[in-house]
């Protein structure tokens, strides 16, 4: 059983940097390639990036490519999204979620965790 929960998230200045953490409390993490999606108020949710099982293959929305940066820690069950010159757009409740590919299709993604908050104000 998958069991993902997200941390990390708070209060980023416009430019500033974050670093969100997905931990799962199962043992097959390593066998599941893992997402990062974001959901604003009002808007769908939408993909930001994806990362293979290994950590071989990575997988970025044009909107974060070159300022998030996607990585994993398999020994410690562990997926963590660095955000780096966030923008106010990037403000939205951040999911994790693993699957069987690092798609940026939901539905690819069988577990879903419950969401951090990142907010971006000055």
């Known amino acids: 059983q998958v069991q993902l929960v997200e941390s990390g998230g708070g209060l980023v200045h416009p430019g500033g940097s974050l670093r969100l953490s997905c931990a799962d409390s199962?043992?097959?993490?390593?066998?599941?390639?893992m997402g990062w999606f974001r959901q604003a108020p009002g808007k769908e949710r939408e993909f930001a990036a994806a990362?293979?099982?290994?950590?071989?293959?990575?997988n970025y929305a044009d909107s974060v490519k070159g300022r998030f940066t996607i990585s994993r820690d398999n020994a410690k069950n562990t997926v963590f999204l660095q955000m780096d010159m966030v923008k106010p757009e990037d403000a939205a409740l951040y999911y994790c979620?693993?699957?069987?590919?690092?798609?940026?299709?939901?539905?690819?993604?069988?577990?879903w965790g419950q969401g951090t908050q990142v907010t971006v104000s000055s």
């Open positions: 979620a693993a699957g069987g590919r690092p798609s940026s299709e939901r539905r690819f993604y069988k577990y």
């Open positions: 199962g043992r097959t993490f390593s066998s599941y390639a």
């Open positions: 990362i293979s099982w290994s950590g071989s293959s990575t």
